[in-house]
């Protein structure tokens, strides 16, 4: 009958997980990365005459969750 059959959801990668499951090298030097850029910004947010210091630390925010993600692929 119309709609009885039981579709089986597949399971979605994102295009970075596949690149790390493919190259697990490659895991360690985005994590190197984010954390020289994370140090670089909180270099410049010390600094009290920083005038882009929200939008700064919006992108702190991003480098940090990048690293939880990364952190917890297999």
Do not use: W
């Amino acid at each position: 009958m119309y709609g009885l059959k039981k579709n089986t959801p597949q399971n979605f990668n994102f295009d970075l997980e596949v690149e790390i499951n493919k190259n697990p090298g490659r895991k360690k030097e985005i994590l190197t990365e984010a954390s020289k850029h994370l140090e670089e910004i909180k270099g410049s947010l010390r600094n009290p005459k920083c005038q882009e210091a929200k939008s700064l630390s919006e992108i702190a925010e991003g480098y940090d969750a990048l690293k939880k993600v990364i952190g917890k692929l297999a």
